[in-house]
């Protein structure tokens, strides 16, 4: 059984940080992509982060230089590194791993408000 587990998330100011982290259980971790995506009230769920099996990684471009993915294939973990962070971040952040097929984690919530 597959399982991706997020925490980390919460309410925080603007300009604050947060780091997310997905515990992965159920896949062989180091040959799957995994990735972060988010979903705010009333829009589609995008990307933030992606880093492949062999390290490369990918973000979007309205988080490029504030936000770090990275994994730790002995721990089966992925994170997600958040800095300056603004309003327009307020999301539901989901864990994913893709090979093949895709599997969600049941996402957590980041809330960016003074």
């Known amino acids: 059984q597959v399982q991706l587990v997020e925490s980390g998330g919460g309410l925080v100011q603007p300009g604050g940080s947060l780091r997310l982290s997905c515990a992965a259980s159920?896949?062989?971790?180091?040959?799957?992509?995994m990735g972060w995506y988010r979903q705010a009230p009333g829009k589609q769920r995008e990307l933030v982060a992606t880093?492949?099996?062999?390290?490369?990684?990918n973000y979007a471009d309205s988080v490029k230089g504030r936000f770090t993915i990275s994994r730790d294939n002995a721990k089966r973990t992925v994170y997600l590194q958040m800095n300056s962070l603004n309003p327009e971040d307020t999301a539901v952040y989901y864990c994913?791993?893709?090979?093949?097929?895709?599997?969600w984690g049941q996402g957590t919530q980041v809330t960016v408000s003074s």
């Open positions: 994913n791993a893709h090979r093949y097929v895709d599997y």
């Open positions: 159920g896949i062989s971790f180091s040959a799957y992509a």
């Open positions: 880093a492949t099996s062999t390290g490369s990684t």
